[in-house]
């Protein structure tokens, strides 16, 4: 890939191959392998304990951690076609990706420390809830599997409008099930929302006072922000 800046109007336009990609520091790829498509603002990515800057192609490997400062975005894009928005203020670690075998059938585990996301499956598996995509996502308080979905998901570690911090849920198109630490589960379809915090117990017993996975009617406006690289999703 060859690339080159040029200012136009007092705007820092980026030319990938001969074709405009970007401006105001929004920098797109438009290959099909696992990899970094886009970035707006400074990202890096740590492995093996080292992290260095992340640009436009860097390809993405098993146990990396993307790391999104705020004010920063990254849209990754799966060698399955699957494509991720990485949001501002997030820290996400690639714990699985399966290398071998049929990409739509290699397994992809991701954490997300901090910070959110929003994942869409290939276009081929959007709309059809009946079979499993092979990904899954871990929170500290969650675990996230989904069925041919585009999925939004946030982590609030000081919590929100009064709930304690966890994970929250939102499923844009098809299936989408949240499980908690105490084995609650919920499963949420088109518009549906969930929230994932630490259940609570009655003191001195295992009785559940509050479980831990439980569907919300709303959700904190400050938990679900769209981001500029959200556009280039579909």
């Known amino acids: 890939m060859t690339a080159h800046a040029v200012t ?20 797109v790829h438009t290959s099909r392998a696992t990899e970094i498509m886009a970035i707006k603002g400074q990202v890096q990515l740590a492995r093996q304990q080292q992290a260095t800057p992340a640009a436009v192609g860097t390809k993405i490997q098993e146990a990396d951690t993307l790391l999104v400062p705020p004010g920063s975005e ?12 990485v949001r501002s203020g997030s820290q996400l670690a690639f714990r699985k990706l399966g290398a071998d075998g049929e990409p739509s059938l290699r397994e992809k585990t991701l954490q997300l420390i901090k910070g959110g996301l929003r994942y869409l499956s290939n276009k081929l598996r959007l709309g ?12 500290a308080t969650s675990t996230v599997g989904i069925r041919g979905t585009d999925i939004e998901i946030a982590v609030t570690e000081d919590g929100a409008s009064g709930n304690p911090p966890g994970t929250y849920l939102k499923v844009n198109t098809g299936v989408a099930v ?15 929302l969930a929230f994932g915090p630490e259940p609570v117990t009655q003191r001195g017993t295992r009785s559940l006072v509050r479980p831990s996975a439980r569907p919300m009617q709303t959700v ?5 922000k769209p981001a500029e690289l959200d556009s280039l999703l579909r």
């Not at 007092?10 to 520091?25: E, F, P, Y």
């Open 74 to 85: 990254a849209l990754v894009q799966f060698d399955d076609g699957a494509r991720m928005v």
């Open 220 to 224: 904190p406006d400050s938990v679900f």
């Open 178 to 192: 949240l499980s908690g630490l105490d084995g609650t589960q919920v499963e949420l379809a088109q518009g549906g």
């Open 8 to 27: 136009h109007f007092g705007l820092d336009v980026c030319i990938v191959r001969g074709m405009l990609a970007c401006s105001l520091g929004l920098l």
């Open 128 to 139: 059809n809830a009946s079979g499993s995509d092979r990904v899954s996502f871990e929170t």
